[in-house]
């Protein structure tokens, strides 16, 4: 199921980035080396989008069983896209920033290190290496602990670390040119950035222009910030980076308060201005089970509701200002109630007095998402026994 491939693709990226060589900062390279560098990372992408294209074609193939499912997961696509504009934003101000990154030409950067750390294996790997010298101190862990800073080798310069920064927040950069390629790709190599480095890699490579019906294989803007997401969340679940710990009934959450805050008003207030909890290592939500916090706050994430936790989501999402979170859960009920259930409520009306309201049963039909039905659904209205009755011949051939 779709999922199950989301989950491949996570994974497969995720490896990917771990086993990405370990390339020290302040090693130099020499030309000669670089260029073996770039023929291995080239030949390795190359297979990883291979693989990507296969998962897509097994996520087609099973469509047709999706559609089966009477209740499907929902998600709104601009989601990564629109959490991607928030974390920019607080980047601009300085806003729950926690990792410097200089440069030997000077060139200082303050940025969020679970953003970096979605694109770059070094970081991933650095921030991992904190996470477990952070956990060994447990309670004496305060704000300044979750601060610190890098000093880049002479490799990567100010144009280099801006792309990669860039291509962190927004899943491109528009420094990417034939001037700045040996740049970006120094620092891409450096910081392992792979995905970046493979943009180098075919910007590099003489452009060709792509048969009818193909592509060229490289992934849109908005395609790796979903990757980039993914990529977070799995920080999350992992609990690396996380920097704050909610408190439920029967457990407790470690989070990203920079998450948080990008997806809540309320969290944003408390966390950036002078409240007492932008200082606590630990919030208390008293009227949440902890089985409970988890769903919601993974919706928070991924931007995805299913049936069995989209009322909780409303619920959460309104006493905590997710507006976004609000908006897709909100959309996700009304799509559900306006199919089956507006459409069997039509027919009843209908059918109570059909000479008299049998004129305005297209009108009403209207209001029946039908293209949103799953199949199993449609298949229901299509064989309901009312048919039969000769009055709605012309409306059941309006319909189908």
């Given at each position: 199921?779709?999922?199950?491939?989301?989950?491949?693709?996570?994974?497969?990226?995720?490896?990917?980035?771990?086993?990405?060589?370990?390339?020290?900062?302040?090693?130099?390279?020499?030309?000669?080396?670089?260029?073996?560098?770039?023929?291995?990372?080239?030949?390795?992408?190359?297979?990883?989008?291979?693989d990507?294209?296969?998962?897509?074609?097994?996520?087609?193939?099973?469509?047709?069983?999706?559609?089966e499912?009477?209740?499907?997961?929902?998600?709104?696509?601009?989601?990564?896209?629109?959490?991607?504009?928030?974390?920019?934003?607080?980047?601009?101000?300085?806003?729950?920033?926690?990792?410097?990154?200089?440069?030997?030409?000077?060139?200082?950067?303050?940025?969020?290190?679970?953003?970096?750390?979605a694109?770059?294996?070094?970081?991933?790997?650095?921030?991992?290496?904190?996470?477990?010298?952070?956990?060994?101190?447990?309670?004496?862990?305060?704000?300044?602990?979750y601060?610190?800073?890098m000093v880049?080798?002479?490799?990567?310069?100010?144009?280099?670390?801006?792309?990669?920064?860039?291509?962190?927040y927004?899943?491109?950069?528009?420094?990417?040119?034939?001037?700045?390629?040996?740049q970006?790709?120094?620092?891409?190599?450096?910081?392992?950035?792979?995905?970046?480095?493979?943009?180098?890699?075919?910007?590099?490579?003489?452009?060709?222009?792509?048969?009818?019906?193909e592509?060229?294989?490289?992934?849109?803007?908005?395609?790796?910030?979903?990757?980039?997401?993914e990529?977070?969340?799995?920080l999350?679940?992992?609990?690396?980076?996380c920097?704050?710990?909610?408190?439920?009934?029967?457990?407790?959450?470690?989070?990203?308060?920079?998450?948080?805050?990008?997806?809540?008003?309320?969290?944003?207030?408390?966390?950036?201005?002078d409240?007492k909890?932008?200082?606590?290592?630990?919030?208390?939500?008293?009227?949440?089970?902890?089985?409970?916090?988890?769903?919601?706050?993974?919706?928070?994430?991924?931007?995805?509701?299913?049936?069995?936790?989209?009322?909780?989501?409303?619920?959460?999402?309104?006493?905590?200002?997710?507006?976004d979170?609000?908006?897709?859960?909100?959309?996700?009920?009304?799509?559900?109630?306006?199919?089956?259930?507006?459409?069997?409520?039509?027919v009843?009306?209908?059918?109570?007095?059909?000479?008299?309201?049998?004129?305005?049963?297209?009108?009403?039909?209207?209001?029946?998402?039908?293209?949103l039905?799953?199949?199993?659904?449609?298949?229901?209205?299509?064989?309901?026994?009312?048919?039969?009755?000769?009055?709605?011949?012309?409306?059941?051939?309006?319909?189908?």
């Open positions: 199921m779709k999922e199950d491939v989301r989950m491949k693709m996570r994974v497969k990226i995720c490896a990917e980035m771990k086993n990405f060589e370990d390339l020290s900062v302040e090693n130099s390279y020499e030309e000669e080396e670089q260029s073996a560098e770039v023929a291995d990372e080239e030949e390795s992408l190359a297979g990883s989008h291979e990507f294209e296969g998962d897509q074609e097994e996520e087609e193939v099973n469509e047709s069983e999706e559609e499912e009477e209740e499907k997961t929902y998600s709104k696509e601009d989601h990564p896209t629109m959490m991607f504009l928030t974390l920019t934003e607080f980047r601009d101000a300085s806003i729950l920033t926690d990792l410097s990154l200089h440069t030997a030409d000077g060139r200082s950067l303050r940025v969020h290190s679970i953003v970096l750390a694109v770059s294996s070094l970081i991933w790997r650095h921030l991992s290496r904190r996470n477990d010298e952070i956990g060994c101190r447990g309670d004496e862990v305060n704000d300044e602990d601060e610190w800073s880049l080798g002479p490799e990567v310069d100010r144009v280099g670390l801006q792309a990669v920064v860039d291509f962190a927004a899943g491109h950069t528009d420094l990417l040119n034939k001037q700045n390629l040996e970006i790709q120094a620092a891409a190599l450096a910081l392992g950035a792979g995905r970046l480095l493979d943009l180098c890699v075919k910007e590099e490579q003489p452009s060709k222009k792509p048969a009818e019906n592509t060229d294989g490289s992934l849109s803007a908005a395609q790796q910030l979903v990757m980039n997401l990529l977070i969340e799995l999350w679940e992992e609990g690396v980076g920097d704050v710990t909610l408190e439920a009934r029967g457990g407790s959450l470690q989070v990203h308060r920079v998450m948080l805050a990008a997806n809540s008003d309320y969290f944003r207030g408390m966390f950036t201005l409240m909890e932008s200082r606590q290592p630990r919030v208390k939500l008293p009227y949440l089970l902890e089985t409970e916090l988890e769903l919601i706050i993974g919706s928070s994430y991924t931007g995805e509701l299913c049936p069995e936790t989209c009322l909780d989501v409303i619920s959460f999402a309104q006493a905590y200002q997710i507006t979170l609000l908006e897709i859960a909100d959309d996700y009920v009304l799509r559900q109630f306006q199919k089956l259930v507006v459409f069997k409520a039509v009843t009306w209908i059918l109570a007095q059909p000479r008299k309201r049998l004129r305005l049963a297209k009108e009403l039909m209207k209001t029946v998402h039908f293209p039905m799953t199949f199993k659904e449609f298949k229901e209205v299509r064989y309901q026994n009312m048919w039969s009755d000769h009055n709605l011949t012309e409306l059941y051939e309006a319909i189908f």
